[in-house]
């Protein structure tokens, strides 16, 4: 929807999930490591030390963080390192044992299950535990040990049984938390809604050496394994964001800074030599810091797309628009079309993932049928005059293929949400791209950044763009997230956005408040 008004933003942020079947299970995009609900599953690579470790403080500075639920298992995860941004994290360079506990209540009183896990320095001693035996449609507190330290709690659910028929989800919508431009005070606000689920559609980090406005990221462009790891710790690091991820489950994409600007598929945003080694580094580290239902990559390939069921209530498709993408065509600056432009039959997802979206949603029997992915769907390019090549306006016969799809199964009930652009606005998806008289086929909510800044000329972009005729609502200027709450009748959109992200707190507010009839395309009418 608002690729033009990226356009003035070269850097925008331009940015998982698994594939689940039956209940309790990965049987899709991504492989699951398997445990019983009382073993740990970060692989490991030597042998464990099984006595006391002395270790020269509190291991758990990143706090911990859980992810990728299931109906009967959720991903707990918590990385040690006493002394974060330091290679190695201040831990010995052996493996250590974890301890974890999950119960019924924040006392623990109620312990149901427990265990110990492996944190490995080859994975920079982060822990991926997989809790199964756990019910539906229920909350948990976990929490983990190692020596004398214990970490703080956090909260966790499961999703709803395959075959159940939820009345509700409430899940947020949020994107592009540059440590240099803001703080993430929109978390703040985030943390005192009762939400099921955060949808995070990429940019948890960015790559670059920036040095301001706000703070420093005080080291240059990361471009190896320790670079990377060292930036995830730094963010990791903000009080803010690891209260959020103590208060519910998280699913992620990524977008481009967690590798690098405008990267497509192999190839860097501006080229460079041994590009795909960089790749491989920032992909492990991506699952070193996150809760994910996956094993670790073993090279620049890591397949991270998949669904995740909420009962019949909704079913969300994960997708990565990055991994697998052609070149951006046109140079990839934003501006004018080349006479290539309106032919270019470049991909976005790779026609594995293209196929495994459209089977899914083909055959899906949910009531809401929810694309998240990173970058902006909708038609924003003003007759090819001014177009943001990096979004899905650059790609024109891709997209126009998965329009056609929508159309031609007569889908009910599409939304894709997007991110990137560090701006907000909700839209009307027609069934022709470049024909605004076309019907109503599916709604696009596009979440503004947690911190990063504005775009340039955020008011004049603004002005522009609030005139086209499918957009419903446009924000240029503020920081924020996006609260959805969906029933089985509507989808409640509430844009909420802050007074600015210059310092570590500020007020905030539902700027506005839309909404999606089902059974009815698009936003319904003010």
């Not at 001693?125 to 970490?151: A, C, M, N, Q």
């Not at 598929?265 to 960089?278: I, K, Q, S, V």
């Not at 909704?314 to 697998?324: I, M």
């Not at 992915?373 to 177009?387: A, L, P, R």
Request: glycine share 10%; aromatic share 10%.
């Amino acid at each position: 929807m608002l690729a033009a008004a990226a356009a003035a933003k070269n850097a925008a942020c331009g940015s998982p999930g698994d594939e689940t079947g039956d209940e309790g299970s990965s049987d899709g995009s991504g492989t699951s490591v398997t445990t019983s609900g009382s073993t740990g599953d970060t692989p490991t690579t030597g042998e464990s030390t099984t006595g006391e470790i002395e270790l020269p403080s509190d291991p758990f500075t990143l706090g911990t963080a859980s992810g990728d639920p299931l109906p009967d298992s959720v991903i707990l995860w918590t990385r040690l390192a006493p002394t974060p941004l330091e290679p190695g994290g201040g831990m010995p360079p052996e493996v250590v044992v974890v301890e974890w506990e999950v119960a019924t209540d924040d006392a623990f009183t109620d312990i149901v299950t427990s265990g110990t896990a492996d944190a490995d320095p080859t994975f920079a001693h982060s822990v991926h535990v997989d809790v199964g035996g756990l019910e539906p449609d229920s909350w948990y507190w976990y929490r983990f040990k190692i020596g004398s330290y214990t970490s703080a709690p956090g909260r966790t659910r499961t999703t709803p049984a395959r075959d159940a028929k939820p009345e509700k989800l409430r899940f947020a919508s949020a994107c592009c938390q540059s440590y240099t431009e803001g703080y993430p005070a929109a978390y703040i606000h985030m943390a005192e809604e009762d939400l099921d689920l955060v949808v995070f559609l990429g940019d948890y980090i960015y790559e670059n050496a920036a040095t301001g406005p706000i703070r420093s990221h005080g080291s240059p462009v990361v471009f190896d394994l320790e670079g990377y790891r060292a930036r995830y710790a730094l963010y990791k690091s903000q009080p803010e964001l690891q209260a959020m991820h103590a208060r519910c489950p998280w699913v992620f994409l990524w977008d481009d800074h967690e590798v690098d600007n405008d990267y497509a598929g192999d190839l860097a945003g501006e080229g460079e030599p041994d590009f795909l080694l960089r790749r491989a580094a920032a992909y492990q580290a991506f699952y070193e810091h996150m809760p994910l239902r996956l094993p670790p990559p073993t090279g620049p390939d890591y397949k991270i797309y998949g669904t995740l069921h909420w009962g019949d209530l909704a079913t969300f498709w994960l997708v990565d628009t990055r991994q697998y993408r052609d070149d951006q065509i046109c140079g990839g600056e934003p501006g004018g079309a080349c006479p290539e432009w309106p032919t270019y039959d470049g991909t976005l997802l790779g026609d594995e993932q293209e196929t495994w979206l459209q089977d899914g949603m083909r055959d899906s029997d949910a009531i809401w049928k929810v694309i998240a992915n990173q970058v902006v769907f909708s038609t924003v390019n003003f007759g090819g005059t001014f177009i943001n090549f990096d979004q899905w306006d650059g790609y024109p016969v891709a997209r126009q293929r998965l329009l056609d799809f929508i159309a031609g199964e007569a889908l009910e009930n599409v939304v894709i949400l997007s991110g990137d652009l560090h701006v907000g606005g909700v839209g009307d998806i027609g069934a022709i791209a470049e024909d605004e008289e076309s019907p109503v086929v599916a709604a696009e909510i596009v979440t503004t950044s947690i911190s990063s800044s504005s775009i340039d000329d955020a008011e004049a972009i603004g002005g522009l763009v609030a005139g086209l005729k499918r957009i419903r609502h446009f924000n240029a200027v503020s920081r924020g997230y996006v609260s959805n709450e969906l029933t089985r009748e509507q989808w409640a959109i509430r844009c909420f956005t802050i007074d600015g992200a210059d310092t570590p707190t500020s007020p905030g507010a539902v700027e506005i408040e839309l909404f999606i009839d089902a059974g009815v395309p698009g936003i319904r009418p003010e």
